[in-house]
């Protein structure tokens, strides 16, 4: 195994001994959670504040964690004029097998001005079957940022609300509020119950439209999302992200393919999961659910101004990840 580096940093809003632990707490555990880092493999790890936090000790959090065998040490950060104010810096140095270029630096809340040039926002947005998800993923991966399926926290309020036997939209509008909605690891989690595959059955791609068109649901679930690519850099899809969710995403594609091509596309990975069904009926599905995302008054798809548009009928996913990340590679340095 390799020894490795990895950089995080967090600001805090006031300086007491729960504000440092917490991010302490907040910092650590997304920096081992992104970079699969066991406790056993961290060699050591560097903490620095800068001079107006005194309140406690960052590697005091690290400890109250279950760290207490990894050497840990506080030093005061350099002052520097105009330096970020209220930052805790860490260094975390780890045996690992991963290659440098793959090691996910964390840079959360006022402490993402420190590296724009590794967190930032791209925004993917499109009908159903434009091979949104298959892209977002492997760009997300390729740039180090994390992938956010919005759909799939709209399927998730679904699928509660088929369980629940719910259909008055009072009662959606409250699962909605109620839900605790996660995405780790590319794996979407309901009330800390794994539901990535049953979000994917037929009964919930037949109410999830109806289920996104409720204001109220929308709004509780945006703020989600912002409050996701504010912690992070994101690769974000959807239908209204470059519009709404994030109109000041950095890169923002808007990708697009014939009906038919996508209504293919939907059949034969309904096929691969062994769910029989018919190619004209796929396509009358998909047309109605575009009808509604697209004729919803609430955030309904639209192309932003600003998306580049991608139209993906006779592209493999390959050939799409190629063009976007071509975008992206004129602006970022960072990018291979
Ligand atoms: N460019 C492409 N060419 C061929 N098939 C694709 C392409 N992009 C995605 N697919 C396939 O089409 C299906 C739908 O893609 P998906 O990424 O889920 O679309 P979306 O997220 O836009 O609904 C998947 O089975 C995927 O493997
Ligand atoms: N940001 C978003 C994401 C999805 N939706 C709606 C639109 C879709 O009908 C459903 C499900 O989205 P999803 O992207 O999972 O659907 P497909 O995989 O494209 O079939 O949610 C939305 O309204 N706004």
Partial sequence: MKVRGVRGAITVEENTAAAVKDATRELLSRMMELNDIAVEDICFILFSATADIDAAYPASAAREMGLDMVPLLDVGQMA????????????????????????KHVYLRGARVLRPDLIYSVAIDGPAGAGKSTVARIIADKLNLTYVDTGAMYRAITLKALEKGASRTAEIINIAEESSIEIKKGRIYLDGRDVTEEIRKPSVDQKVSKVACIPQVRQRLVKLQRKMAENYGVVMDGRDIGTTVLPDAKYKFYLTADIKVRAKRRYDEMLKKGIKTDLKKVEEELAERDRQDRERECSPLTVAEDAVIIDTTDKTPEEVVEEILSHIKRREKNVL
Avoid: S, Y
């Fill in 80 to 103: 520097v004029q105009n330096g970020l104010r209220m930052c805790i810096r860490i260094l975390m140095v780890f045996n690992t097998e991963k290659d440098h270029r793959d090691i």
